[in-house]
């Protein structure tokens, strides 16, 4: 049996930080409400957990060994995050806040092929595979296992972050505060793909 209350922590932490996922996810609560934010909760969960998984077959050994991948994902990840970052940013909103939000929604697919073109991602399947994965006959028991348990982390966190957004659309009535905040999460999602250049 792996130790599974230090991966669980591990997990916990890597999935409530602030990163590109948790702003998808707020952003398109404050929009969209909570069930706008459902497929991007379900797609960043079952994305994640499943890199773990094909680290675990042994995919994230290319990824450690061929640095032109690397730079081909770090490359694909930065122009995607840029992409969402400016359908946030130049996205319209309503005049007033009970009214739809026009403008496009971001779904599973979207969240799912986010974390499959996140480097950062990998490197931390990478790093839960070399640590918590035992060698040997178990091996494949204990990635699965990994895989799940990061799911059902995962899951709660990110769905944390909808709940904040659904809280702090009631404090958005304007039309200027919702625009601003809108613009705010677009730039640190910009900011958080151009981080992957820094050494």
Same mark, same amino acid.
């Given at each position: +049996?792996?130790?599974?209350? *230090? ?6 932490? =890597?999935? @409530? ?8 996810? %707020? ?6 409400? #909570?069930?706008g ?5 379900? &797609?960043?969960? @079952? ?11 042994g995919v994230?050994?290319?990824?450690t ?6 730079? #081909? +994902?770090k490359? &694909? ?7 969402l ?11 007033h $806040?009970?009214?739809?939000? *026009?403008?496009? $929604? ?7 092929? #986010?974390?499959? @073109? ?5 490197? +931390?399947?990478v790093?839960? @595979?070399s640590?918590?994965?035992?060698? &040997? ?10 895989? %799940?348990?990061?799911f059902?982390?995962? %899951? *709660?966190?990110?769905?944390?972050? =909808?709940?904040?957004? $659904?809280?702090? =659309? ?5 039309r200027?505060? $919702?625009? =601003?905040?809108?613009r ?9 793909a151009?981080?992957?250049?820094? *050494?």
């Amino acid at each position: +049996m792996i130790e599974l209350l *230090p991966f669980a922590l591990f997990a916990f932490v =890597a999935s @409530i930080t602030p990163g590109p996922t948790n702003v998808l996810v %707020l952003s398109h609560s404050v929009r969209f409400g #909570l069930l706008g934010a459902l497929p991007i909760v379900l &797609g960043g969960c @079952i994305g994640a957990a499943l890199v773990v998984l094909t680290v675990g077959l042994g995919v994230g050994d290319a990824l450690t060994t061929h640095s032109g991948l690397q730079v #081909l +994902m770090k490359a &694909g990840g930065i122009l995607w995050l840029s992409y969402l970052a400016w359908q946030i940013y130049s996205a319209e909103e309503p005049e007033h $806040r009970s009214a739809q939000a *026009p403008g496009p $929604r971001f779904g599973f697919l979207a969240s799912a092929g #986010l974390q499959v @073109i996140n480097p950062k991602a990998w490197m +931390m399947a990478v790093a839960v @595979i070399s640590v918590f994965a035992r060698p &040997g006959a178990d091996r494949w028991h204990d990635v699965a296992q990994l895989s %799940l348990v990061f799911f059902c982390v995962s %899951l *709660p966190c990110l769905a944390a972050w =909808a709940v904040l957004g $659904r809280g702090a =659309a009631a404090f958005l009535a304007p039309r200027a505060h $919702r625009v =601003a905040l809108n613009r705010g999460l677009a730039v640190l999602l910009l900011l958080s793909a151009l981080a992957s250049l820094l *050494p």
